[in-house]
């Protein structure tokens, strides 16, 4: 039993220590201290403060109010980028969608509105343009030798073709929506490109091609309106006659009028006399034109009343009148006026518009203008007022007294002209021409441009 024993002990030690040596090479094990971790009383450390936490700044009031406006800037700048990537996006596809509609449903009256349209924008731009450039190179500006009417009457017939162009594109325009919605041909064409299409879909077509023409009818009444009112403002700046300045009255009154200083002495025994009046109002009696004296203050007058026209030599009793020749009512308008004397044969004449409208015969037959008197425009010297403190030194030898604001003349005057003659039928008739070149016949008594005329209160020359 022990022969036994021994030797089964002797191999379990073996095993064992073969094990051992087997795990030897894999495994070491170190039992020395990694950390000196020991602290002792004498090496105890002092602990270190910590840094006090930065303690932030109360806000003011404005420093809020800035942030809050920094923050609001920046919601507005991404609403903002926002709306404008939607409104992008939302046009593109709203492009693409119309493009699409007129490639399925556009018919041949789409084309031809297009054309039409393209083509009378392209000539009413043309027109406009030549129009523009003549103004801007100086076409319709007066000249330094006085010819402004030539120059309103090119400016006054380019407004009218441009007017009577647009009016022919409209009518054009508006033979063409009819024949399109009527001519059978062009409704069969349509349906050919819209096969398989429902009925919504040519009704969606019918009521786009509407909308284009009330579109492009709507473009061409708003510039015939416009082109009316260039016309109308034309007509109302521009002086007749060939003119370049005017004498205006802005108002009745005793203080305003125009006084006139011949070269040569008015003792004539006939006479023309012509003016351009544009009056605002008229009253009983309206002095345009007037010349006399102290013995006799009616020597020569030109007068409105209501809508008629006189003429007066020598006196209030030697009277020529022209009924319904002024317009009571409406814009004001030029007006031209002539009045002609001759002692010889006692026949006085006024001639209005260039028409011989009053003759009179007897008139101051043998009568002789006497010298030394007064000529004055939009007023007469009749004593009738007592001198004022304010017009005390406008008094003229004889006429002392001041003037009634009764007959005072309100309005525009051009063309003041008078000669020492009867002038002939066919002079007055191209003096009384709008388009005409009136001013450069003129008196050799008085002149206009040429004679010395003073204006008085509120009365001045205007272009």
């Known amino acids: 039993m022990l022969h036994w024993r021994l030797p089964l002990a002797v191999g379990v030690w073996s095993m064992c220590v073969c094990l051992t040596l087997t795990y030897e090479d894999d495994i070491e094990v170190n039992y020395a201290d990694t950390y000196y971790n020991e602290i002792t009383e004498e090496e105890t450390p002092e602990p270190t403060p910590s840094a006090t936490p930065c303690s932030s700044p109360d806000l003011t009031k404005w420093d809020k109010i800035f942030s809050m406006l920094e923050n609001s800037q920046m919601r507005e700048n991404m609403l903002l980028q926002y709306a404008d990537d939607i409104v992008k996006v939302e046009m593109g596809s709203l492009r693409g969608e119309i493009l699409r509609f007129v490639a399925q449903y556009g018919g041949s009256c789409g084309v031809a509105v297009e054309t039409a349209g393209r083509r009378m924008a392209l000539q009413l731009e043309g027109r406009l343009r030549e129009s523009l450039e003549r103004l801007k190179f100086g076409d319709y500006i007066p000249t330094a030798g006085g010819n402004s009417v030539g120059n309103s009457n090119n400016l006054e017939a ?103 200083i011949p070269d040569v002495p008015l003792s004539l025994s006939s006479f023309t006399v012509c003016l351009w009046v544009k009056p605002v109002t008229v009253s009983n009696k309206t002095v345009l034109f007037s010349y006399g004296n102290r013995r006799n203050p009616y020597e020569i007058q030109l007068l409105l009343s209501h809508t008629s026209a006189l003429f007066t030599i020598g006196g209030e009793t030697h009277l020529v009148e022209a009924r319904g020749v002024v317009k009571p009512k409406g814009p004001p308008e030029w007006l031209h006026l002539c009045g002609s004397w001759s002692s010889e044969q006692g026949l006085a004449s006024l001639w209005v518009g260039g028409k011989k409208v009053a003759s009179t015969p007897g008139v101051a ?28 030194g406008n008094g003229v030898p004889g006429f002392e007294a001041g003037f009634d604001p009764k007959l005072a003349f309100a309005g525009s005057m051009t063309g003041v002209n008078m000669w020492d003659k009867v002038l002939p039928e066919e002079k007055i008739v191209q003096l009384a021409l709008k388009e005409g070149l009136g001013c450069e016949h003129r008196g050799n008594i008085v002149a206009w441009g040429v004679t010395e005329m003073v204006p008085h209160g509120g009365a001045q020359f205007i272009n």
Do not use: W
């Open 158 to 260: 380019m407004l009218q073709q441009l007017l009577s162009t647009a009016r022919i594109q409209a009518n054009r325009l508006g033979k063409l929506e009819s024949s399109c919605f009527s001519n059978p041909g062009s409704v069969k064409a349509t349906s050919q490109l819209s096969q398989g299409g429902s009925t919504d879909h040519r009704e969606q077509e019918v009521t786009t091609q509407e909308v284009v023409l009330e579109g492009a009818l709507a473009v061409l009444q708003q510039t015939r309106m416009e082109l009316q009112e260039v016309l109308s403002s034309s007509r109302h700046r521009y002086l007749p006659g060939g003119n370049e300045m005017a004498i205006l009255f802005p108002m009745r009154s005793r203080r305003i009028y125009t006084s006139v």
């Open 365 to 392: 037959e043998g009568h002789i203008l006497p010298d030394g008197g007064s000529l004055q425009l939009g007023q007469e010297r009749n004593g009738c007022c007592p001198l004022t403190p304010s017009s005390s």
